[in-house]
Structure formats: C-alpha cells, structure tokens
C-alpha cells in the first residue's frame, strides 16, 4: 500500500484553476494535498477543486491574503478528513490567520497510528518591513511549541507547506545573493536547523544552530541528496523559471517513522514557464 501527499502554493485557487490546475489534479497520483495562498472564500474550494476531491479550508481575516486547505481524494474511502483544526495557539491576530491547518487522517498507512497532516503558509517576511519579520518569527516560535505537542501522543505528523525559508545554500540557487534577505537570514534558517538539522552544506554566514536533537526530517533532501534543488518556486521577473534560478521552500518535514516510509519525491515542474498554474511547483511524496 503507498499513501501520496502533495503539497502546493497555488498562488491563488481561482486563478490556479483558470490556468490549468484541473489537469495536474487528473493526473496527479496523489491521495492528499495541501495547498497554501488559497486566496478563495471556504465556500467555493470545492468548486474549484471538482467533485473528485473532498476539501477542508481556513481562509485569512485579510481579504485576498493567504488562505490554506486539505483535500483527500474521494475515491479513496479509507482516507477521510478527521479531526481538522485551525490555527495555531495563541495567534488570533487577523496577520496570523489563513496559515495553519491540520487534519487526522485514520490510519492511512495500515499501521495502527493516524496521521496529522498540516498544511502550513509561513509568513514570508521583508527585511525593510520590520514588522513582517516580527510577525514571521512570532509563529515560528509558536509553530515549534505546536509541532512538539503534535508529537507527544506517539501519532505519525508531517509539516508540509510554503515555509519561506530556504535551509541551505542548497535551496538557493543565487544564496550569495541572498544571505542578507527574507527567506535566507540565519535566524529564520536556525529554525529548520532546531527541526531537521544541519544535513547538507555549511551556509558561509553566521549564525544557524547545531541541528542536535532534531526530531524532523526534510523528506525531499533525504531522498534527493546532496547538491542544488530541486526548487519549488522560481520569481515570476525575468528567466528565473527558464534558467532554473529558483529556491526550495516548500517541504514535507516528518516524524523519523514516518520518513523511513517515504519511497519517492517528485517536483511536478512545469514544462514551460507558459505552461504555469503557479509560481510554485507541487512537491509530491509517497510514503510505503
């Protein structure tokens, strides 16, 4: 039995269907996605999405920002939409809504454990914006309390999502020209070091932390190896997408257990940069 989860910015539901994302839901094998920047009112996702697929949402108190769901397939019964929660504690300002959901899922892999799978939209945050970055670690530091609760119960969780942060020099493909922004500073990166560690090449800046006691793992990376990418989003300016100039930060991260089961990754990259839905690609993961 494989259970695949995908998850994907869609960089706006409505304008993701109007521009294709039909035929990536018909052909992809997945059983579950999440989806991030959703930017649709609850009530319309399941249009958006067909009837193939049943649809849990949280859309943000700002109007046209953010917005996360869950959807799980229809035609496979055993994997239903349990157990869904939204939010994370304590942050009810409207800036904070619209990024976290999670859904229990019953025993999807057959063995006796039900899964938490969160669909989660980080802030991206912007250096001259002070604020934004406030805002970005805020949730960080709440989201790890979270993750660490998740897993005190012995259940199997996977954080997948836009987390906006490159790890890596890895996960960048211009890092040089990004140690000082939003996405790759040391302090947003020590986060993912605190969840998965520090697997992979030493970023040259300071700061980061020593990865010891990580209880996470970036499924992607481990399946992948070492080297560049794959990335998950390429800027819509220039020939970004063209020259595969882009940054991974969309992840799987998973409990050990779970990730022992992961058997494949693929990033669902368009042919063509005409050929997009979204800014981001799907990053695909099946578990045995």
Not at 35 to 62: F, H, M, N, Y
Not at 72 to 81: F, K
Not at 188 to 209: H, K, N, S
Request: glycine share 10%; charged share 25%.
């Amino acid at each position: 039995m494989t259970f695949t989860l995908a998850t994907v910015n869609v960089n706006g539901l409505r304008a993701a269907a109007r521009k294709g994302m039909a035929d990536w839901l018909a052909a992809t094998p997945a059983d579950v996605i999440t989806l991030q920047e959703v930017r649709a009112p609850e009530e319309l996702l399941a249009d958006l999405v067909g009837e193939d697929w049943r649809i849990v949402g949280l859309p943000s108190e700002l109007k046209g920002r953010a917005g996360v769901a869950i959807a799980a397939r229809t035609s496979v019964p055993s994997i239903d939409l349990d157990g869904v929660r939204s939010g994370l504690p304590g942050l009810t300002e409207p800036t904070h809504t619209g990024r976290w959901l999670e859904a229990d899922l019953s025993e999807p892999l057959g063995d006796g454990r039900a899964l938490t799978v969160i669909s989660c939209y980080m802030h991206s945050g912007n250096t001259e914006k002070p604020q934004t970055m406030t805002d970005k670690y805020a949730f960080l530091d709440v989201m790890m309390q979270r993750l660490a609760d998740l897993r005190a119960d012995g259940r199997h969780v996977v954080l997948t999502g836009d987390l906006n942060v490159a790890h890596t020099e890895w996960d960048i493909k211009n890092w040089k020209g990004n140690l000082k922004s939003a996405g790759f500073l040391p302090e947003e990166r020590a986060y993912l070091d605190r969840l998965v560690g520090t697997d992979g090449p030493t970023v040259r800046a300071e700061g980061g932390g020593t990865g010891e006691g990580a209880e996470w793992v970036d499924v992607q990376r481990r399946l992948v190896g070492e080297g560049p990418g794959p990335y998950t989003w390429w800027s819509q300016r220039g020939k970004a997408f063209d020259n595969d100039s882009g940054w991974r930060i969309d992840y799987q991260l998973a409990d050990p257990d779970l990730a022992t089961r992961a058997t494949s990754a693929t990033v669902d990259r368009a042919p063509s940069y005409d050929t997009r839905w979204s800014d981001h690609a799907p990053l695909v993961i099946s578990y045995s």
